[in-house]
């Protein structure tokens, strides 16, 4: 049977992401608000409802609405941890914000915690949402650039002060060491990657990554926090041309190969190979990805087990690639998954 009534849902932590559930769960049809936990209250007046505000978990579980039917973990990484287990403890679902943990060994233990409650748990890779690379994965797969020879990233632009519990890898690059899994459709086998240090911080600003899928497809992603301009661009290249994605306007462009006639002349084609052939933009449906992610989120709880959410494990492979790749970095070697 369906729900009579949307899930109410709560936020903990009102930071950058928290402020924005908060916000989509007070307009958003699909879902109602039980409130945010914020023990420094809410700075960015994302709470409408004052008597919705909770300074702990435990203050929002014996509020007068009850323990909500799930919950946004949107608090700083090393403290996912504890915040979840508490929830599933509760019996409440949890959709927690990338990356799933600060370590491994973390991240097995939320998944522990979520499979012990018998609730439903989910990362919140938002990135997966947004309707440029969700209408280029559909291509991809649909065979338009046929076969699949790499896929790029490059997520780069200024610091932002809101970090200060991670580097450029496990706060940034996570979204792209699971986007090349996603749209290249196989776990990552090895990793070398390349950081550097050049913020005074105790975490890395920047990180080039290369690396190989289990399906032997090749990858590379470039991601900082140095760049005095923010660019968000995913390519998939084939051999019928290339996708590209640009995140932040979510506009999705197609490059087609074109093959230059040479009259039969064999050495002059292999010499040119492909050239530049037709552009095209595709007009999409722009929806916000946080609220398509949310709404998905709120359906796996509902009931409907084909729901797009990314799962616990997902997430916990993530956090797996991206230690890898800080390992690579230090030793100076290839490191395999």
């Known amino acids: 049977m369906g729900?009579?009534?949307?899930?109410?849902?709560?936020?903990?932590?009102?930071?950058?992401?928290?402020?924005h559930h908060a916000r989509i769960l007070q307009s958003n049809a699909a879902m109602r608000f039980a409130g945010a936990v914020d023990p420094g209250g809410d700075r960015f007046g994302a709470v409408r409802d004052g008597a919705l505000l909770y300074d702990s978990v435990d203050a929002l579980l014996s509020g007068a609405g009850g323990a909500?039917?799930?919950?946004?973990?949107?608090?700083?990484?090393?403290?996912?941890?504890?915040?979840?287990?508490?929830?599933?403890?509760?019996?409440?679902?949890?959709?927690?914000?990338?990356?799933?943990?600060?370590?491994?060994e973390e991240a097995r233990a939320i998944i522990d915690a979520v499979r012990a409650a018998g609730v439903r748990g989910a990362v919140g890779h938002v990135e997966r949402c947004n309707p440029a690379l969700l209408a280029?994965?559909?291509?991809?797969?649909?065979g338009q650039i046929g076969e699949v020879y790499m896929v790029g990233t490059e997520r780069v632009g200024p610091f932002p002060d809101r970090v200060k519990d991670v580097g450029v890898v496990k706060d940034l690059a996570t979204h792209d060491l699971d986007l090349v899994r996603w749209l290249g459709d196989a776990p990552i086998e090895r990793v070398a990657a390349q950081t550097q240090h050049r913020m005074g911080r105790d975490h890395e600003d920047l990180v080039l990554v290369t690396g190989r899928l289990d399906n032997g497809r090749a990858f590379n992603?470039?991601?900082?926090?140095l760049t005095p301009t923010k660019v968000r661009?995913?390519?998939?290249?084939?051999?019928?041309?290339?996708l590209v994605a640009d995140t932040l306007s979510a506009d999705l462009y197609f490059y087609a190969n074109a093959h230059v006639p040479t009259a039969g002349w064999p050495d002059a084609?292999?010499?040119?190979?492909v050239a530049e052939g037709d552009m095209t933009r595709y007009a999409l449906e722009r929806?916000?990805?946080?609220?398509?992610?949310?709404?998905?989120f709120c359906a796996l709880i509902g009931g409907d087990e084909d729901a797009t959410v990314v799962s616990l494990e997902e997430g916990l492979e993530t956090v797996t690639v991206a230690e890898a790749v800080l390992e690579s970095a230090r030793s100076g070697e290839t490191v395999a998954l």
Do not use: C, N, Y
């Open 3 to 19: 729900r009579l009534e949307p899930p109410r849902g709560a936020v903990i932590g009102l930071g950058m992401m928290g402020r």
């Open 68 to 104: 909500p039917d799930f919950a946004v973990i949107a608090v700083p990484t090393e403290e996912h941890v504890a915040v979840a287990q508490t929830l599933a403890q509760a019996g409440v679902h949890v959709l927690i914000e990338k990356p799933l943990a600060a370590t491994v």
């Open 136 to 142: 280029l994965r559909e291509r991809v797969q649909a």
């Open 221 to 225: 992603s470039m991601v900082d926090w």
């Open 233 to 242: 661009r995913t390519r998939v290249l084939g051999e019928g041309g290339m």
């Open 269 to 273: 084609a292999a010499r040119r190979g």
């Open 287 to 296: 929806r916000e990805p946080l609220a398509v992610e949310l709404e998905a």
